[in-house]
């Protein structure tokens, strides 16, 4: 099991996202981006993350192994279509190892229809009981940062996902390249499908039809926009593809439960995804 005191220099220093003495944000394998976000080790504490800590909606699903110096423990979290405040819990924790999906990402390990899943939180032991056994032995047996990621790596792509439709990668990416600005029927006549049957494969592999995960992907943008103080409001409403003030801050605290100038204020205190969109 790795513990604060454990803590290595990770080798393949291109994989990584970011880093600080508590944290670091992983790239996975490239045979897994498709499917896999990033990975996250960190070492809680009250300096890093508050008890009010709150992961922004980001419409992908998140795999967490928790142990808290006795017992080690996972927990899906579904795709997130709302605000989750998880900090309190964290800190509960001596350490923490997270697998953050893409979008789409999770079905491809367990078959499960994503709306089942979708803003719940359940043992993933339910969902998949040998990738969870597997993970967890590892997590209990290795000593390095390092080491934990190459073996990570080499059990997902040892159970390689299942596929999914061409036209729903086309659709997300399209999604994603448009900041959310794009409609449900310029995706369909894109990919040949009738908007309810896009819907329809949207619901199932993400958890959400089309709009919603289009709302979340233009919410992100204008959360990483916020992120610049020499940014006005007005500057990032117009940049994110809104029309107007009052629009905007609408849907932005109807997504995230605040308004866009509490979010610059409270900054600190979330979470916002920093390799999906």
């Known amino acids: 099991m790795i513990t604060r005191e454990d803590r290595q220099p990770f080798h393949d220093?291109?994989?990584?996202?970011?880093?600080?003495?508590?944290?670091?944000?992983?790239?996975?394998?490239?045979?897994?981006?498709?499917?896999?976000?990033?990975?996250?080790?960190t070492f809680p504490n009250g300096n890093i993350i508050s008890d009010d800590y709150t992961v922004m909606p980001h419409g992908s699903a998140t795999l967490v192994?928790?142990?808290?110096?006795?017992?080690?423990?996972?927990?899906?979290?579904?795709?997130?279509t709302k605000p989750r405040m998880i900090g309190r819990q964290a800190n509960?924790?001596?350490?923490?190892?997270?697998?953050?999906?893409?979008?789409?990402?999770?079905?491809?390990?367990?078959?499960?229809?994503?709306?089942?899943?979708?803003?719940?939180?359940?043992?993933?032991?339910?969902?998949?009981?040998?990738?969870?056994?597997?993970?967890?032995?590892?997590?209990d047996s290795v000593h390095s940062m390092h080491e934990l990621v190459i073996h990570i790596d080499h059990i997902l792509l040892s159970c390689l996902p299942l596929t999914r439709p061409g036209e729903l990668h086309l659709s997300v990416e399209s999604i994603i390249r448009n900041s959310g600005n794009i409609s449900?029927?310029?995706?369909?006549?894109?990919?040949?499908?009738?908007?309810?049957?896009?819907?329809?494969?949207?619901?199932?592999?993400?958890?959400?039809?089309?709009?919603t995960f289009s709302r979340l992907v233009r919410i992100n943008k204008a959360v990483r926009l916020l992120q610049n103080p020499g940014t006005s409001i007005s500057s990032v409403c117009y940049s994110a593809g809104f029309y107007d003030l009052s629009h905007f801050i609408h849907d932005f605290k109807d997504v995230t439960g605040i308004t866009p100038l509490d979010y610059r204020h409270k900054m600190s205190d979330f979470y916002s995804e920093i390799a999906k969109f």
């Open 65 to 80: 192994f928790t142990f808290d110096g006795n017992n080690l423990c996972s927990n899906l979290f579904g795709p997130i």
């Open 184 to 211: 449900v029927k310029e995706l369909s006549e894109a990919v040949y499908y009738s908007e309810r049957h896009l819907n329809r494969i949207f619901s199932r592999y993400l958890g959400m039809n089309t709009k």
């Open 92 to 139: 509960q924790n001596d350490m923490l190892f997270i697998i953050e999906f893409q979008p789409a990402g999770l079905h491809a390990f367990t078959g499960v229809d994503q709306r089942e899943l979708s803003d719940q939180t359940l043992p993933f032991s339910f969902i998949n009981p040998v990738l969870n056994k597997k993970i967890m032995e590892t997590l």
């Open 13 to 41: 220093t291109c994989r990584i996202l970011d880093k600080a003495d508590d944290f670091i944000y992983v790239l996975p394998h490239p045979g897994l981006l498709e499917w896999i976000s990033n990975y996250t080790i």
